[in-house]
Nanobody, 118 residues
């Protein structure tokens, strides 16, 4: 399984970005897929996850109402639309595979850096 994330960059507070993740060799019906982030000096934080069982998405409280997870199975791609960005959203974002959305990531690809700053 290869998970290739892209779309990060520098954005002002209140701005938006859309992250993309191409999942090669990914079995959609077996693994859940999602995003976690890690800021310098901080622990890894789960951001959003889509369950393999029913497609339900689970978002961290810190991003609810601002971030939206979606997928395009035909393109083997998932997206994280991030709106109303805050400086505290600054982190490296990773696309990851999970056995279930309430567990730790099983594997992830290279992250993409999101910097929210004026």
């Amino acid at each position: 399984v290869q998970l290739q994330a892209s779309g990060g960059g520098l954005v002002q507070p209140g701005g938006f970005l859309r992250l993309s993740c191409v999942a090669s060799g990914f079995t959609w019906d077996y693994y859940s897929i999602g995003w976690f982030r890690q800021a310098p000096g901080k622990e890894r934080e789960g951001v959003s996850c889509m369950s393999s069982s029913d497609g339900s998405t689970y978002d961290a409280d810190s991003v609810k109402g601002r971030f939206t997870f979606s997928r395009d199975r035909a393109r083997k791609t998932v997206y994280l639309q991030m709106n109303s960005l805050k400086p505290e959203d600054t982190a490296v974002y990773y696309c990851a595979a999970y056995a279930s959305c309430n567990g730790p990531p099983l594997g992830w690809g290279q992250g993409t850096l999101v910097t929210v700053s004026s």
